[in-house]
């Protein structure tokens, strides 16, 4: 009787270590970091809440970055910039696009730093049933960029989250601002 009590309670735990491996990883954002400032897009009706101490200026390149935050000392700035992809059927093209998308930002991200950069894996996000891909740019092992790859309505979009000043995160935690902001999208 003990040997079998035993083999069911090592079968229990192989199963519990299985479905919790295959649990969501917890998502860390803290709605509290936003103001209720509200930036809006001027391309669709995307808006985001401000981060407190934040604002948000008027981009000289509207066409490029809709929507544009930028840390009041100027070391960060998160900006929400369309991805102009031609023939695309949204409805069936959405989660394979993801994947391509993110790629395609790696490369551009390594043609903008002009230094050689390292990639964290991509990580899916699920926020307010809304889906985004998100992966780091790193160099020198310090965190440059956050990049999430996400569709708005008809379009694709990438959230930068730019560090240019490593002495600005002091203040926050990019991964929680990031996720806080991407939360907040109406």
């Known amino acids: 009787?003990?040997?079998?009590?035993?083999?069911?309670?090592?079968?229990?735990?192989?199963?519990?270590?299985?479905f919790c491996s295959c649990a969501p990883s917890k998502i860390t954002l803290d709605r509290s970091l936003l103001s209720a400032g509200v930036s809006v897009s001027h391309i669709t009706k995307l808006e985001v809440n401000i981060p407190k101490g934040w604002s948000s200026?008027?981009?000289?390149?509207?066409?490029?970055?809709?929507v544009w935050l930028v840390k009041n000392d100027y070391s960060s700035s998160i900006q929400f910039i369309p991805i102009q992809i031609e023939d695309v059927k949204m409805e069936?093209?959405?989660?394979?696009?993801?994947?391509?998308i993110a790629a395609d930002m790696k490369e551009?991200?390594?043609?903008?730093?002009g230094v050689e950069l390292k990639f964290t894996p991509n990580k899916k996000l699920q926020l307010n049933n809304k889906q985004f891909l998100v992966f780091n740019a790193i160099s020198s092992e310090k965190l440059i960029e956050?990049?999430?790859?996400f569709t708005?309505?008809?379009?694709?979009?990438q959230s930068v989250l730019s560090i240019h000043n490593q002495q600005g995160l002091h203040?926050?935690?990019?991964?929680?601002?990031?996720?806080?902001?991407?939360?907040s999208i109406k």
Do not use: C, T, W
């Not at 009787?1 to 299985?18: D, P, T, V, Y």
């Not at 200026?57 to 809709?66: C, G, Q, S, T, Y």
């Not at 708005?152 to 979009?157: E, K, V």
């Open 152 to 157: 708005y309505g008809n379009l694709f979009y």
């Open 92 to 100: 069936s093209a959405k989660e394979s696009y993801l994947e391509m």
């Open 146 to 149: 956050r990049i999430a790859v």
């Open 108 to 113: 551009l991200a390594k043609l903008r730093h």
């Open 171 to 183: 203040s926050f935690d990019p991964e929680i601002l990031h996720n806080s902001v991407l939360s």
């Open 1 to 18: 009787m003990q040997k079998f009590f035993g083999a069911r309670n090592f079968i229990l735990l192989i199963h519990a270590i299985i």
């Open 57 to 66: 200026p008027e981009a000289d390149d509207e066409k490029f970055i809709d």
